[in-house]
């Protein structure tokens, strides 16, 4: 879910093979490629980026993608489900989640309230 170009693909394959595209739920994740409650200080940097590029990237591409399909059709829900670490703030899931949530909120604004 880190590259672009598959995350579009899929998109796209979704609009050709079931028409306007309303609705994504965004739920794809690597879990514990970083174990919980890691001191920062004894976090592998290519364990921390893989991570990120999976779970936070990942949404990215699929709320950017998507919400051309759903803006076409005049509007759509996104559901970016998020660790409860992002209420939490326990581990290095923390930001991922909120950031997921994050993203969700700025596209509902971003598209005068089509985008939910």
């Given at each position: 879910?880190?590259?672009?170009?598959?995350?579009?693909?899929?998109?796209?394959?979704?609009?050709?093979?079931?028409?306007?595209?309303?609705?994504?739920?965004?739920?794809?994740?690597?879990?514990?490629?970083?174990?919980?409650?890691?001191?920062?200080?004894?976090?592998?940097?290519?364990?921390?980026?893989?991570?990120?590029?999976?779970?936070?990237?990942?949404?990215?591409?699929?709320?950017?993608?998507?919400?051309?399909?759903?803006?076409?059709?005049?509007?759509?829900?996104?559901?970016?489900?998020?660790?409860?670490?992002?209420?939490?703030g326990t581990d290095a899931d923390c930001?991922?989640?909120?950031?997921?949530?994050?993203?969700?909120?700025?596209?509902?604004?971003?598209?005068?309230?089509?985008?939910?």
């Open positions: 879910m880190s590259a672009e170009a598959d995350v579009a693909g899929v998109v796209a394959l979704a609009e050709t093979e079931f028409g306007l595209l309303d609705i994504v739920h965004n739920n794809a994740a690597a879990m514990h490629l970083i174990p919980k409650d890691r001191p920062v200080a004894d976090c592998d940097v290519e364990y921390w980026d893989l991570t990120m590029a999976i779970n936070l990237r990942g949404q990215m591409l699929v709320c950017k993608h998507a919400v051309l399909g759903m803006i076409r059709c005049g509007g759509g829900s996104i559901i970016n489900t998020s660790s409860a670490a992002a209420l939490a930001l991922r989640s909120v950031e997921g949530r994050r993203l969700t909120e700025l596209e509902h604004a971003a598209h005068e309230h089509r985008i939910r």
